[in-house]
């Protein structure tokens, strides 16, 4: 029967896609991390990992160990939480999975409640580019409670946090008669057809919004600069590189450009959600998350009714 470190080393190499790094993560030697995997697929009878030029990809035999090993590892780091928490020594620990722009905007505000009234329960993040590898990760366990779009024919517990407004960021000194300028606060996202765009990485969750948004209105949006961090957008867009549709709740409170309402209007529904039978401590959170989310917060409603005026 595999052992429960050799569960968590193949968990390493299968999350980072490298022996390198994984051991690296694990604070451990590779020639000490590859015994360890030779000795699972020994007792396993067949290779776990197929080895490639530049990385491993999992063979058939891993793909069908990988949700058994996360329920396992998962298993006894709860078991162990929970053992320490009935000694008194902690308070237990909750795992968080999100997409980058909810740790980014959202998460901050609530995380602050959270260690308020709860200041022994140590908190840990996964973040994801994309909703669907979020929702994956909660099924398999990596987390007890996943925030960002609401994931397709969930089974699981849900709670809605209400629609996410997306905001157009525009660059700083725009002239009254500049293609870009804002009218009324608004823009019509059918006057930038031409317009390059700072964009996100392709299998970033909010490069397919902004497709999306712009296909409704008869085009594929230009790029000037792909970026895959959610923050960096803002910052290029201040830079005077180009607009940027970006979550209103990551809008940084000092921003140089102008903030505008897209027309149409982009949203997206975002929810908080856990498997079947969420315990006491998560079931706490999704209370919370429910209450103090903000998606637009005041110095975003602020500008947009300054642009109005």
Same mark, same amino acid.
């Given at each position: *029967?595999?052992?429960?470190?050799?569960?968590?080393? $193949?968990?390493?190499?299968?999350?980072?896609?490298?022996?390198?790094?994984?051991?690296?993560?694990?604070?451990?030697?590779?020639?000490?991390?590859?015994?360890?995997?030779? %000795?699972?697929?020994?007792?396993?009878?067949?290779?776990? $990992?197929? /080895?490639?030029?530049?990385?491993?990809?999992?063979?058939?035999?891993?793909? !069908?160990?990988?949700?058994?090993?996360?329920?396992?590892?998962?298993?006894?780091?709860?078991?162990?939480?929970?053992?320490?928490?009935?000694?008194?020594?902690?308070?237990?620990?909750?795992? @968080?999975?999100?997409?980058? %722009?909810?740790?980014?905007?959202?998460?901050?505000?609530?995380?602050?409640?959270?260690?308020?009234?709860?200041?022994? +329960?140590?908190?840990?993040?996964?973040?994801?580019?994309?909703?669907?590898?979020?929702?994956?990760?909660?099924?398999?366990?990596?987390?007890? #409670?996943?925030?960002?779009?609401?994931?397709?024919?969930?089974?699981? /517990?849900?709670?809605?946090?209400?629609?996410?407004? *997306?905001?157009?960021?525009?660059? =700083?000194?725009?002239?009254?008669?500049?293609? *870009?300028?804002?009218?009324?606060?608004? @823009?019509?996202?059918? /006057?930038?057809?031409?317009?390059?765009? +700072?964009?996100?990485?392709?299998?970033?969750?909010?490069?397919?919004?902004? @497709?999306?948004?712009?296909?409704?209105?008869?085009?594929? =949006?230009?790029?000037?600069?792909?970026?895959?961090?959610?923050?960096?957008?803002?910052?290029?867009?201040? !830079?005077? @590189?180009? =607009?940027?549709?970006?979550?209103?709740?990551?809008?940084?409170? +000092? $921003?140089?450009?102008?903030?505008?309402?897209?027309?149409?209007?982009?949203?997206?529904?975002?929810?908080?959600?856990?498997?079947?039978? =969420?315990?006491?401590?998560?079931? /706490? $959170?999704?209370?919370?998350?429910? &209450?103090?989310?903000?998606? #637009?917060?005041?110095?975003?409603?602020?500008?947009?009714?300054?642009? &109005?005026?």
């Amino acid at each position: *029967m595999p052992t429960l470190r050799q569960l968590e080393y $193949f968990l390493a190499v299968a999350d980072e896609g490298s022996f390198t790094r994984a051991a690296d993560q694990l604070f451990v030697t590779q020639p000490g991390l590859s015994q360890q995997i030779a %000795s699972l697929e020994k007792e396993l009878g067949g290779a776990v $990992f197929s /080895r490639l030029p530049r990385a491993v990809a999992l063979t058939p035999t891993g793909r !069908a160990l990988l949700p058994h090993a996360r329920a396992a590892v998962t298993a006894a780091e709860r078991g162990s939480a929970a053992a320490r928490a009935a000694t008194g020594s902690e308070g237990g620990e909750l795992r @968080i999975g999100c997409v980058y %722009s909810v740790s980014l905007g959202l998460l901050p505000g609530v995380l602050r409640r959270w260690r308020a009234e709860n200041p022994d +329960v140590t908190v840990r993040l996964h973040e994801h580019r994309h909703g669907d590898t979020l929702a994956t990760a909660v099924t398999e366990g990596q987390a007890d #409670v996943g925030v960002g779009p609401v994931p397709a024919q969930w089974r699981g /517990r849900q709670r809605s946090l209400g629609h996410e407004e *997306m905001v157009v960021l525009l660059p =700083p000194n725009l002239g009254a008669d500049d293609v *870009m300028a804002p009218v009324g606060g608004e @823009i019509a996202l059918s /006057r930038l057809e031409h317009v390059p765009w +700072v964009q996100y990485a392709p299998d970033h969750a909010l490069a397919d919004v902004l @497709i999306d948004a712009c296909r409704q209105v008869g085009y594929r =949006p230009r790029v000037a600069v792909r970026t895959e961090q959610t923050a960096v957008a803002p910052l290029l867009t201040a !830079a005077g @590189i180009g =607009p940027s549709l970006v979550p209103a709740a990551i809008v940084p409170p +000092v $921003f140089a450009g102008t903030i505008a309402r897209p027309v149409p209007r982009v949203e997206r529904e975002l929810a908080a959600y856990t498997g079947s039978t =969420p315990d006491a401590l998560t079931n /706490r $959170f999704l209370g919370l998350v429910a &209450r103090a989310a903000v998606l #637009v917060p005041d110095h975003v409603s602020s500008a947009l009714a300054l642009t &109005r005026s």
